[in-house]
């Protein structure tokens, strides 16, 4: 038995020739009420189902790829179905849930990618790999995207801006363009992140570098742009902002707190006073500072690849007269 079979035997995806999302009521409690709950039908088990049958018909050619987001996937396929079934959810975020199930069959299970239904991707503006695709700037936040397409440009490094917690569909494709850039993934990688200093951003930070091994992306160096010692002292003081720590937060913020002592910031004491713990926004640092700082720790980086730089430079170059030319003749 093939492992992928097994996998799917086991999260009790079957196939159907009938079109699922097209079946009445009836049809959709006999094959999916089996583990069901608070609903006529297991509302996840029913979601895998439609997930594969829709993925099988396009890479099978018998349906063209789903050029949408994901949240049109949603009202297309699940949610109507959903409602014929009487299992549409008032309190539940079932989109949240139809999410949960991508990223089991995609990351956990390993036995689709989100490609192969066609999705677009609403980060795509947000990203660009350029001369150096290992050597990465990303933020945490949106706000940064014209500083880092300052920093990209200027350096030719690649540089992602995630707007959060990162989805693994937009990582998948961030490393589809690393490999189209014909660059060997097994190699090293450099990353310098702009993410707050506090649990929250470096819960986004992990997930970030999770996403990009499960991707293949495993040999990294990180660079945290955003910490005590990139401020004074009186700085600190000044920017900092207290961490709530309500008992749900109190394991978290300890295996935070654990995580960053191992960097040996110098000025982290300042960012402690008993069991009081404090953040720093990454806005609290200009983006002269982060400029200063990229220069010192990432150009060094960059200068060992220099024939890369050149290569890169000659094919713009090459482009611009390609376009040049073709202009004048148009």
């Given at each position: ?7 799917r035997?086991d999260?009790?995806?079957?196939e159907f020739?009938?079109l ?9 409690i ?27 018909r396009?890479?099978?050619g018998?349906?063209p790829p789903?050029?949408?987001l ?10 109507p ?5 009487n299992?549409?959810a008032k ?5 949240a849930q139809?999410?949960?199930q991508?990223?089991?069959m995609?990351?956990e299970?390993k036995i689709?990618?989100?490609?192969d239904i066609g999705?677009?991707d609403?980060?795509?503006?947000q990203?660009?790999v350029?001369?150096?695709p290992?050597v990465i700037l990303f933020?945490e ?7 880092l397409?300052?920093?990209g ?6 540089t992602i ?5 990162p989805?693994v ?20 990688f ?5 993410v ?12 970030f ?8 992306i495993?040999h ?7 910490n005590?010692?990139i401020l004074?002292?009186?700085?600190i003081?000044m920017?900092?902002f ?12 300890r295996?935070?707190l654990?995580?960053?002592?191992k960097?040996?910031?110098i000025?982290l004491?300042?960012l402690?006073?008993?069991?009081k713990?404090y953040g ?20 060094p ?7 890369l730089l050149?290569?890169y430079e000659?094919?713009?170059l090459?482009q611009?007269i ?5 202009h004048l003749?148009?």
């Open positions: 038995m093939q492992p992928s079979f097994r996998k035997r999260a009790g995806i079957r020739k009938e699922i999302h097209d079946q009445p009521k009836e049809w959709l006999k094959n999916f009420s089996q583990g069901a709950q608070k609903y006529p039908v297991n509302v996840a088990l029913l979601m895998r189902n439609i997930i594969w049958q829709v993925r099988s396009i890479l099978k018998e349906k789903l050029r949408e994901i949240r049109t996937f949603w009202y297309m396929y699940i949610k179905t959903l409602a014929r079934a299992s549409l309190e539940t975020d079932q989109y139809l999410i949960d991508f990223v089991f995609v990351k299970l689709m990618r989100y490609n999705f677009r609403d980060n795509e503006t990203r660009k350029r001369a150096f290992n933020s936040k949106l706000g940064f995207q014209g500083f397409t300052e920093m440009e200027t350096y030719k490094v690649t801006a995630l707007g959060g917690q989805s569909l937009n990582i998948e494709y961030f490393v589809d363009d690393i490999k189209q850039a014909d660059f060997n993934i097994q190699r090293s450099y990353l310098f992140g702009i707050d200093f506090d649990p929250s951003g470096w819960i986004i930070r992990d997930a570098l999770n996403n990009l091994a499960s991707y293949g495993k990294v160096k990180v660079f945290d742009l955003i005590p010692d004074t002292p009186t700085e003081l920017s900092r207290p961490i709530p720590n309500p008992p749900q937060m109190r394991t978290k913020n295996n935070w654990n995580e960053v002592k960097q040996h910031y000025n004491k300042y402690i006073e008993g069991e713990l720093l926004e990454a806005e609290a640092v200009s983006t002269k500072r982060l400029t200063d700082k990229l220069k010192e720790v990432m150009v980086i960059i200068g060992k690849d220099e024939e050149k290569i000659l094919e713009q090459d611009a390609v376009d040049l030319i073709n003749i148009t």
